[in-house]
């Protein structure tokens, strides 16, 4: 059974800094291309950032020089480091693993940027 399991959500002020992690299980993750999407409130889910299994990334333009995505394969994890946060960063982040013809999603993590 795969599962996707996501953590590091939370409260933060405006310029602060967040770090998510979404951890794998049931899955080769090597050969997994992993991804971040975020939902804000009363909008459509879109890209965050892509992370490919041979280690090429790609980012949303509203993201760049600020959020970076890394992966760690030993631990099967993804990670997405947010720094600069802005108000409009607020939604709920989704982690996303696609192999072959096959898509899995982790449960979501609040980020909730305020003052």
């Known amino acids: 059974q795969v599962q996707l399991v996501g953590s590091g959500g939370g409260l933060v002020q405006p310029g602060g800094s967040l770090r998510l992690s979404c951890t794998a299980s049931g899955i080769i993750f090597s050969d997994t291309h992993m991804a971040w999407y975020r939902q804000p409130p009363g909008k459509q889910r879109e890209l965050v950032a892509q992370?490919?299994?041979?280690?090429?990334?790609n980012y949303a333009d509203s993201v760049k020089d600020r959020f970076t995505i890394s992966r760690d394969n030993a631990k099967n994890t993804v990670n997405l480091q947010m720094n600069s946060l802005k108000y409009e960063d607020t939604a709920v982040y989704y982690c996303?693993?696609?192999?072959?013809?096959?898509?899995?999603w982790g449960q979501g993590t609040q980020v909730t940027v305020s003052s």
């Open positions: 996303r693993g696609t192999r072959w013809r096959y898509t899995y």
């Open positions: 992370i490919f299994s041979n280690g090429s990334t």
